[in-house]
Nanobody, 113 residues
Framework: VQLVESGGGLVQAGGSLRLSCAAS????????VAWHRQAPGKQRELVAI???????DYANSVKGRFTISRDNARDTINLQMNSLKPEDTAVYYC????????WGRGTQVTVFS
């Protein structure tokens, strides 16, 4: 499966962005999918994850601000990001686990104050 992220951009602090991750070559409707991010000089970190059944979990730093969801009709995973902060600036990556273990190329999110 190939994963392609979209929706990144430049936004002022307090604003919102919606990221999408689309699968091609196969489907990830039956898989857990996660969003990770990596800021300059920092390690990649898990932001949010959604199981095939729709259960979700979030990093403490984004709880209450970010929402991960599935659109099975479009076979996409979305990440709604509200109340963005400068510290959310990073490249955001989509990741599909077992059996694919595949990463997307990432989409840049920049939040300015």
């Amino acid at each position: 499966v190939q994963l392609v992220e979209s929706g990144g951009g430049l936004v002022q602090a307090g604003g919102s962005l919606r990221l999408s991750c689309a699968a091609s070559g196969s489907s990830f409707r039956a898989n857990a999918v996660a969003w990770h991010r990596q800021a300059p000089g920092k390690q990649r970190e898990l932001v949010a994850i959604i199981t095939a059944g729709g259960n979700t979990d979030y990093a403490n730093s984004v709880k209450g601000r970010f929402t991960i969801s599935r659109d099975n009709a479009r076979d996409t995973i979305n990440l709604q990001m509200n109340s963005l902060k400068p510290e959310d600036t990073a490249v955001y990556y989509c990741y599909a686990g077992n059996p694919y273990y595949a990463w997307g190329r990432g989409t840049q999110v920049t939040v300015f104050s």
